[in-house]
């Protein structure tokens, strides 16, 4: 019930191409979806995050798709760019308001090619 | 400001042995979150801590434990190592927003041989 499913394991997209990961849940009562970018080395840092009252959310180049019926939710990539070569997670939380934790999806592997 | 700084960075320790790692939350932030990264297990949560008490806690066993210090730094330890525990551990440091204001450090990776 905790788990969240984030597929593909691994992505190689075009520089300008579009990267679309996806990420699928079972709780529903889940009630925040962010998304995580991890570079090698470093810790992951929150790239974007949407609440599931919201169908869409845009932040420059990444939007976030969040479909509730389907219990899936996806992040966009337009205009792909080497810089944004990294590891990517999804995410999902029940926040009690006192006791909070983040139950992650495995990780994509993105890479950008010239 | 300063980030969330995780010492130490690298560490190598024989099965049986125990660690503890730390971990500098940003200043004024009260809540320090652990996680642990494997290849194949991912980001998995162990426990969070507030105002030096655990407010909440992963599926871990007992091996893993934490605590927090007055000025909001905390450390986790676990006894008795195994082949297993070897990951990359992470901490989040959050002010009043808790889990919506996660800022993590860049771990400390642990290899236990």
Redesign the interface.
Same mark, same amino acid.
């Given at each position: 019930q905790q788990q969240v499913k984030q597929s593909p394991q691994s992505l190689i997209v075009q520089k300008g191409g579009i990267s679309i990961i996806n990420c699928a849940y079972e709780n529903t009562a889940f009630d %925040?979806f962010p998304w995580y970018q991890q570079f090698p /080395?470093? /810790?992951?840092?929150?790239l974007i995050?949407i609440r599931p009252d919201v169908s869409e959310k845009k932040e420059g180049r990444f939007t976030i798709s969040f479909n509730k019926s389907a219990k899936q939710f996806s992040l966009h990539i337009m205009d792909s760019q080497p810089g944004d070569s990294a590891t990517y &997670?999804c995410?999902a *939380?029940i #926040?009690t308001g $006192?006791?909070?934790?983040? $139950?992650? @999806? $495995? /990780?994509t592997r993105l890479q950008v090619t010239l | 400001k300063a980030g969330?700084t995780q010492t130490p960075r690298y560490l190598i320790k024989t099965r049986g042995q125990q660690v503890t790692l730390s971990c500098s939350p940003i200043s004024g932030h009260r809540s320090v *979150?652990w %996680?642990q990264q494997t290849p194949g297990q @991912?980001?998995? &949560?162990l426990f969070?801590y507030f105002s030096e008490t655990q407010? #909440?806690k @992963?599926n871990f066993p007992g091996r893993f434990s934490g605590r927090q210090f007055s000025n909001s730094r905390s450390e986790m330890n676990v006894s008795t190592l195994e082949l297993g525990d070897s990951a990359l551990y992470?901490c989040?440091s959050s002010g009043t927003s /808790?889990? %919506?204001g %996660?800022t &993590?450090?860049? @771990?400390t990776r642990l290899t236990v041989v």
């Open positions: %925040y /080395g470093k /810790g992951p840092a929150l995050a &997670f995410a *939380s #926040n $006192t006791a909070s934790k983040l $139950t992650f @999806g $495995t /990780g | 969330v *979150s %996680y @991912g980001l998995q &949560f969070e407010r #909440n @992963g992470l989040a /808790g889990i %919506y %996660y &993590f450090g860049s @771990g």
